[in-house]
């Protein structure tokens, strides 16, 4: 993605990133520290990327509870948006009567202290979205404590650093209850261990457009 900043300045291949606190989150929270446990407590498991803890199967969203319509529309509220950020960028205005269509699949994570997900991309979809239930108490002494970090994508991008610019760095974010966080599904990321108190809750969901044609081999600059 090509980003104006000045008119003689610019940043090329962007990578969009949403990251939003959903409103209403305690009391969607609530409804879903209820929905999850339940369904951990019926050994209804998967394994993929997490070492230690519990994975839900990917079936969350046919789940009948009525915070699970609200967690997908709010998926769906942070899917639309970014898909809006080319014609935001191209400074046009956005067509807000166009709807992305797309599937989705999610699951619930479950993870107590030394818990962590392995590296790891989500081939075969276009957008990973991780929202988070509950984070626990992390101990102050790691500053990566129980952090989702995102590699930059760009393998080339470290091998000569310039002050000021964060090329090759990874991006660590500190997750807090609420926040939805959306990424490129092929950005690779893991989760630091986590070492505290209490239990972390995160729903990932895996979206996949359902119409990409027309979609460029290249993008052109002209001035």
């Given at each position: ?6 008119p ?29 446990p ?28 009525a915070e ?37 699949d ?14 790891h991309v ?21 500053a ?24 090759g ?7 807090q ?9 092929w ?37």
């Amino acid at each position: 993605m090509f980003v104006p900043i000045t008119p003689e300045m610019s940043v090329a291949f962007g990578t969009p990133l949403s990251i939003r606190t959903v409103p209403g989150a305690a009391a969607l929270n609530a409804g879903l520290e209820r929905a999850i446990p339940a369904r951990y407590e019926r050994g209804e498991a998967n394994r993929i990327s997490n070492v230690g803890g519990w994975q839900s199967l990917p079936d969350l969203l046919d789940w009948p509870e009525a915070e699970i319509k609200i967690l997908a529309s709010e998926v769906d509220r942070s899917v639309q948006a970014i898909s809006q950020m080319p014609s935001l960028v191209e400074q046009r205005r956005p067509n807000a009567q166009t709807q992305v269509a797309y599937r989705a699949d999610a699951w619930a994570n479950v993870n107590q202290s030394g818990h962590y997900n392995m590296l790891h991309v989500h081939p075969g979809n276009h957008w990973s979205v991780v929202y988070y239930v509950s984070v626990g108490k992390p101990s102050p002494e790691t500053a990566t404590n129980g952090r989702i970090e995102l590699r930059d994508p760009r393998p080339a991008a470290g091998f000569a650093r310039m002050p000021g610019f964060n090329e090759g760095q990874p991006m660590l974010i500190q997750p807090q209850a609420g926040m939805m966080l959306l990424f490129p599904a092929w950005i690779e990321h893991w989760v630091h261990p986590f070492h505290g108190e209490g239990t972390r809750i995160s729903i990932a969901t895996n979206v996949t457009n359902e119409n990409v044609n027309g979609s460029s081999n290249y993008f052109s600059v002209t001035r």
